[in-house]
């Protein structure tokens, strides 16, 4: 059992496995920059969280066929009495799956023309509204509180990230255009929930000599303020710039 599914087991398996796989191809798809597939995963996404809430509020949820009408249910369940399951579940999740759908469906993310391509921005909205709904459905069936939601999510390797191979316990950047900065950048954005230390930063990037990883790697990226290099600590934190630095540079389409 992999550690989201482990967070999310005590939704039946017939809507657990498939929010995963659409949660996860969703995440996959805006890392690679295929922003069409974001909207499918979207929607598909919805579409089960949606059937989801159906059971946990009236114990039955519409048949995997037949199309939903996302809207409508959301109105209709939002009208439930206040007994019938928390209100996350019951107002919130369905209004945020309104937003997912709608933008899923309004947007296209497959725009032709015009002076701003807003691919980018529709898919990333998709991503973070799905992390919400993620991260309050483990909320409320753990009774934990947002933040600490969503540092289970964020240790969930919520970020699903090609180019970083897991490997013995080791990280590897698959991608041999990256120079070390880069690189270090790079497994750091994959790490985001945690401190990583020093050392392991090295042995990832394979570079030939500690003492030179720290004087011409860490030092320029905790100088720009791409890291937090803690050097009593000897761990290293990506910095809010860093992750954009890694985001519209390094992961970007074209990058």
Same mark, same amino acid.
């Given at each position: 059992?992999? $550690?989201?599914?482990?967070?999310?087991?005590?939704?039946? &398996?017939?809507?657990?496995?498939?929010?995963?796989?659409?949660?996860?191809?969703?995440?996959?798809?805006?890392?690679?920059?295929?922003? @069409?597939? =974001?909207?499918?995963?979207?929607?598909?996404?919805?579409?089960?969280?949606?059937?989801?809430? *159906?059971?946990?509020?009236?114990?039955?949820?519409?048949?995997?066929?037949?199309?939903?009408?996302?809207?409508?249910?959301?109105?209709?369940?939002?009208?439930?009495? #206040?007994?019938?399951?928390?209100?996350?579940?019951?107002?919130?999740?369905?209004?945020?799956?309104?937003?997912?759908?709608?933008?899923?469906?309004?947007?296209?993310?497959?725009? +032709?023309?015009? &002076?701003?391509?807003?691919?980018? %921005?529709?898919?990333?909205? =998709?991503?973070?509204?799905?992390?919400? =709904?993620? =991260?309050?459905?483990?909320? +409320?069936? #753990?009774?934990?509180?947002?933040?600490?939601? *969503?540092?289970?999510?964020?240790?969930?390797?919520?970020?699903? %990230?090609?180019?970083?191979?897991? +490997?013995?316990?080791?990280?590897?950047?698959?991608?041999?255009?990256?120079?070390?900065?880069?690189?270090?950048?790079?497994?750091?954005?994959?790490?985001?929930?945690?401190?990583?230390?020093?050392?392991?930063?090295?042995?990832?990037?394979?570079?030939?000599?500690?003492?030179?990883?720290?004087?011409?790697?860490?030092?320029?990226? #905790?100088?720009?303020? /791409?890291?937090?290099?803690?050097?009593?600590?000897?761990? %290293? *934190?990506?910095?809010?710039?860093?992750?954009? @630095? +890694?985001? /519209?540079?390094?992961?970007? $389409?074209?990058?």
């Amino acid at each position: 059992m992999n $550690p989201l599914d482990s967070a999310l087991a005590t939704i039946p &398996d017939v809507y657990r496995r498939r929010l995963i796989k659409h949660y996860a191809a969703l995440k996959q798809a805006f890392a690679r920059g295929a922003f @069409d597939s =974001c909207g499918t995963q979207a929607g598909k996404f919805s579409e089960t969280l949606i059937r989801y809430v *159906q059971h946990a509020l009236e114990g039955a949820s519409l048949p995997w066929g037949q199309q939903v009408n996302i809207y409508a249910e959301s109105r209709r369940l939002e009208g439930l009495p #206040h007994t019938s399951g928390p209100e996350s579940i019951r107002v919130f999740i369905p209004r945020a799956l309104c937003f997912l759908y709608t933008l899923r469906n309004k947007r296209g993310f497959a725009h +032709v023309g015009g &002076d701003l391509d807003s691919d980018p %921005i529709d898919a990333a909205t =998709c991503v973070r509204v799905a992390d919400w =709904c993620v =991260c309050e459905l483990i909320r +409320v069936m #753990h009774g934990l509180s947002l933040e600490d939601a *969503q540092a289970l999510v964020d240790s969930l390797a919520a970020r699903t %990230i090609p180019e970083i191979w897991h +490997v013995s316990g080791r990280r590897r950047v698959l991608r041999t255009d990256l120079d070390y900065k880069s690189q270090a950048l790079l497994l750091l954005y994959s790490e985001l929930s945690a401190a990583v230390l020093a050392e392991d930063l090295f042995d990832w990037t394979e570079y030939a000599r500690f003492d030179h990883f720290k004087a011409r790697v860490l030092k320029p990226l #905790h100088s720009a303020r /791409l890291i937090e290099w803690d050097r009593e600590a000897g761990t %290293i *934190q990506l910095s809010p710039t860093g992750i954009l @630095d +890694v985001e /519209l540079r390094i992961l970007a $389409p074209g990058a």
